[in-house]
């Protein structure tokens, strides 16, 4: 045992002797500081509050116990209160201090304050050990207000002094998913499993963002290897199957998600995540046992409109506007109420009702691929082609894979006949992707393009286009 720790293990069995036997306890300043430490570390809070407030009593100027008082009062989020203590301390030295001052004036947005107080303590003189420790703090508290660019600078300055601190790898990579750089954050996850092999949290997040990055072969293996280390873990076992389902592997996304069913029939979210699952699979069926099951379970809300949906999935139009008209008027204002009364006025070719109906949709939920595409299907029935443009410009920016959506918007920007936008368009086409288009004008198999060149397939199509025959074998 380290000298400290026993130090500190016989301060702990002298102070809870003299506890248990109802004797006045004295300790000094900075043993308490000690004791209150350790009970804070050891999640009694309470007991370590009492040892403050007893350690003030007697040693009312320490400037240790002082600073440990201020720190119960920022952990409370009184960050005011925190700070008009803050000022009662003679020794405003030291970076704790400085540490209590900038998270307080952090959480109460004053930031000029915050920084002006972070630069002013980085010039003073500090040892080294004190350099990284301010730094690396500071890092974690601006990561909390989500000041991210600040935080990526000051962490890898701390990874400069030492590359090895999990806490601040952790935090780091935090920093860059917080930022959208995925990458990077996948480059930090990969250092902490270096340092550790066996993290589990490691192999979690490092399987989230890869799943985040669309790298889900990756995030599969990611989640197998967490797995490893804590078996049947319900969390990364639906992330897993979340993975699977994202890479097309809906049957083994479908098994996963039943495990975790009958680990949790309580998980009121993964039977929406099967029910999806289902019906990419057109199982039906099994989507009304699995409805039916969710109903006992947690009542009809919503279910009503989860039954109409299969029948439209089947094409069964009458069906699901009876059940359509069964929804209670308290869900009459639900992205699913909207979704189901569009679809079936698209149906009955009832256009402007169809349209009202997803725009209230979209007001719900705000860059939904499903709804940009039903409304730009809907803007094209119509012949708003400018509208139904702007649609899917929209869905590509957000899903720019999602299916026929650019081959979609070049019908529309042909349609408009301006060669300019229609060129942009084209431009966005992969090699392959231009190959199935003139495979669609032709009607024939993508076999018959094999060696032509970007230019002499772009050229073909921009006669297609100039002979107003480009789309004349695609159904919109």
């Known amino acids: ?16 002797q003299m506890r248990a036997l109802g004797r006045n306890i004295y300790f000094d300043a900075d043993e308490f500081a000690l004791l209150a430490e350790y009970y804070n570390a050891e999640g009694d809070n309470q007991e370590a509050e009492q040892l403050i407030r007893e350690g003030l009593m007697m040693h009312p100027g320490s400037s240790a116990l002082m600073l440990l008082r201020a720190k119960t009062l920022v952990f409370a989020e009184l960050y005011e209160e925190a700070l008009d203590y803050l000022r009662l301390i003679a020794d405003e030295g030291g970076v704790e201090y400085a540490l209590l001052r900038i998270e307080s004036l952090l959480h109460l947005d004053r930031y000029d304050e915050a920084d002006r107080l972070i630069n002013g303590t980085l010039e003073q003189e500090l040892v080294m050990d004190d350099i990284y420790y301010f730094i690396t703090e500071t890092a974690y508290l601006l990561n909390d207000v989500d000041q991210f660019d600040r935080a990526i600078t000051f962490l890898e300055e701390s990874m400069k002094i030492d590359d090895t601190n999990t806490d601040a790898i952790v935090d780091l990579a935090y920093a860059y998913e917080m930022k959208g750089d995925l990458q990077k954050a996948i480059e930090q996850n990969n250092r902490l499993l270096d340092i550790d092999p066996y993290s589990y949290d490691g192999w979690v997040n490092i399987g989230k963002l890869y799943s985040m990055h ?29 993975s699977l389902y994202l890479n097309d592997n809906t049957p083994e996304a479908v098994s996963i998600f039943e495990q975790c069913l009958q ?45 109409a949906f299969v029948h439209l999935s089947k094409e069964e139009f009458e069906a699901a506007r009876e059940l359509f008209m069964q929804i209670p008027e308290a869900e009459n204002d639900t992205l699913d109420y909207y979704m189901l009364e569009g679809e079936l006025a698209f149906h009955d070719n009832d256009l402007k009702r169809a349209e009202s109906a997803y725009m209230k949709a979209a007001l719900i939920s705000e860059g939904n691929e499903e709804i940009l595409d039903r409304l730009a299907n809907i803007s094209v029935a119509q012949e708003k082609f400018e509208q139904a443009a702007a649609y899917l410009e929209e869905l590509l920016e957000i899903a720019p894979d999602f299916p026929t959506a650019k081959s979609r918007l070049a019908f529309i920007r042909f349609e408009i006949g301006s060669k300019e936008p229609f060129d942009q368009i084209m431009s966005q ?39 107003r025959v480009l789309f004349k074998n695609i159904k919109y």
């Open 1 to 16: 045992m380290e000298e400290n720790e026993s130090d500190i293990t016989a301060l702990v069995e002298k102070y809870e």
């Open 429 to 467: 086409f992969s090699d392959e992707e231009l190959r199935a288009l003139l495979s669609l004008i032709s009607g024939s198999g993508e076999e018959e393009y094999p060696e032509y060149s970007r230019e002499k397939m772009l050229t073909r199509l921009n006669e297609a286009r100039e002979n």
């Open 214 to 242: 669309g790298q889900y072969d990756k995030a599969i293996d990611a989640f197998d290897f967490a797995l490893t280390i804590r078996e049947d873990d319900l969390p990364v076992m639906k992330m897993k199957a979340l």
């Open 263 to 307: 680990q949790a029939p309580g998980d009121e979210t993964l039977y929406d995540s099967l029910l999806e699952a289902y019906e990419a699979m057109e199982q039906y069926d099994e989507m009304i046992k699995l409805i039916d099951k969710k109903e006992a379970l947690f009542g009809s809300e919503g279910i009503p409109a989860k039954r």
